[in-house]
């Protein structure tokens, strides 16, 4: 099993194909979710450690009987819990064929055609933000991690060694934002947070407001991290107007798009993403809404050279000896990680192989979807939207004519109810969100399967839930 023939790795390819189109040929047939204890997926796996192997057979078995059946099926069309991508066949291809070059892309040396391709890939992505053209960046494991790097090259540029650093953001902003700051010794409590108005977007006025304060009492303001696209709403921050606020007080300005940024891909939302390009820095996760599997998420710096004073560290077992500058390239000196998978490979496949329009178009489709949901919504007289929708996301609830003179209260309680119900049925899945204090459903259309018919099916799956309850 260790180093098969040719002709068994056919033998072994046709067989994981063959299962690949079997589950995603019937996808509409399956339910999101199963209900499921831990004990349950415990007693369907043998626990004794093997001492000898068994054959592939055996193991697709397991694969096929217990690992699909007890697992969330994040690519079905009414999966609408979380920003959660179905991912393509094409990238999963991507992603077996990096695993057979295994390339560490460390260094140019370790990989020069992976590495080559990651840096055309990062320019086509800032090419389709609008940065400027000396901007450069890499993939990383996610958006968590790509808002760490940003945050990392923005002390940098500020004031390395004040401990008195403070970075604004939203009351909507992602909590990776707050848990950057803790690891890199800024502090959760020097992440101020700056208010909303009615469409849950940064307000520039109380920004100013707090950086104005927050000078008059000796502390060092030095980044401000405007949304472009939260994960409860999707609603996108004033840009340029933080943009010109950051340039007011010498502010780094960061974006998390890790969510919404690629919706810029579709006409109808691009006004929404005026003056992105003038961000110092992105976070982006192409395995949201480039549809691609997880891992990868993308950094990308407006002067990458910023980056690589923060990141870049002498070791002599590392040092490049040999090498013209091109070749000398190390994308351990622009961020966290040493060690980094092919992950390059399934999006300039998919970039190359679909290409943008066909993409924008899915993008587009699903904000349409998230639209007609609200229209549907609004149309009602027993379901309220509870926030606007911007992009794909969408927050509701469902008050029946029963519940109409009962306390906000018991709403919220009939909702939590009626989510844990709704998931527990398997038809459809949502998550949940809380604003301005009251219990909301939450979806999010980020599948190119999805269709206007999946947004009737989610209602008429709730009202059927709820009159269970």
Not at 6 to 21: C, F, K, P, T, Y
Not at 45 to 55: E, H, N, S
Request: negative net charge; proline residues 4%.
């Amino acid at each position: 099993m260790l180093d098969p023939s040719a002709d068994e790795i056919r033998d072994w390819g046709n067989s994981v194909i063959q299962l690949m189109a079997d589950y995603l040929g019937n996808l509409r047939d399956r339910k999101v979710y199963r209900h499921m204890s831990s004990r349950e997926i415990r007693d369907q796996l043998d626990p004794t450690v093997p001492t000898k192997g068994i054959d592939l057979n055996g193991l697709l078995k397991v694969f096929r009987e217990t690992v699909i059946p007890f697992s969330r099926q994040n690519a079905h069309p009414r999966m609408f819990g979380y920003v959660q991508s179905p991912g393509t066949p094409l990238a999963a291809f991507a992603d077996l064929l990096a695993s057979t070059l295994n390339a560490n892309l460390t260094v140019w040396r370790s990989a020069p055609a992976p590495v080559e391709l990651e840096r055309l890939t990062i320019d086509w992505i800032r090419q389709i933000l609008g940065f400027n053209a000396e901007a450069g960046g890499l993939f990383v494991s996610g958006g968590s991690m790509a808002n760490l790097a940003a945050i990392a090259a923005a002390r940098q540029a500020k004031d390395y060694s004040s401990d008195r650093l403070r970075i604004y953001a939203s009351s909507e902003t992602h909590f990776s934002v707050a848990k950057a700051a803790a690891l890199l010794g800024i502090g959760r409590e020097n992440v101020r947070h700056v208010a909303v108005d009615e469409h849950l977007r940064m307000r520039a006025d109380d920004l100013v407001a707090k950086i104005t304060g927050d000078l008059e009492e000796g502390y060092v303001p030095f980044c401000v991290v405007a949304n472009a696209g939260t994960v409860n709403t999707g609603a996108v921050d004033p840009l340029a107007e933080i943009r010109d606020v950051a340039d007011r007080f010498q502010l780094w300005m960061h974006v998390d798009g890790s969510y919404g940024a690629f919706a810029v891909l579709a006409k109808s939302a691009r006004g929404l993403f005026a003056g992105i390009e003038r961000a110092d820095s992105i976070a982006l996760d192409p395995h949201k809404w480039l549809y691609l599997p997880v891992d990868v998420g993308c950094v990308i710096y407006r002067a990458p050279q910023i980056a690589r004073a923060a990141f870049a560290h002498e070791a002599e077992y590392t040092r490049i000896i040999g090498e013209e500058a091109d070749e000398a390239f190390a994308f351990w000196d622009y961020g966290p990680e040493l060690s980094r998978r092919f992950r390059a490979l399934k999006i300039w496949m998919l970039l190359k192989g679909v290409g943008l329009h066909s993409l924008g178009e899915a993008i587009e489709s699903n904000l349409a979807c998230a639209r007609y949901l609200e229209s549907m919504v609004r149309a009602s007289d027993d379901f309220e939207m509870v926030a606007p929708v911007d992009l794909s996301i969408f927050c509701f609830r469902h008050v029946p004519v029963q519940l109409r003179n009962e306390s906000a209260e018991a709403i919220d309680a009939f909702n939590e109810r009626l989510l844990i119900a709704l998931q527990r049925d398997g038809s459809s899945y949502l998550s949940n969100a809380a604003l301005g204090g009251r219990f909301a459903l939450r979806g999010c259309v980020l599948n190119y399967r999805t269709t206007l018919r999946d947004m009737e099916i989610l209602l008429d799956d709730l009202r059927r839930v709820a009159r269970s309850l």
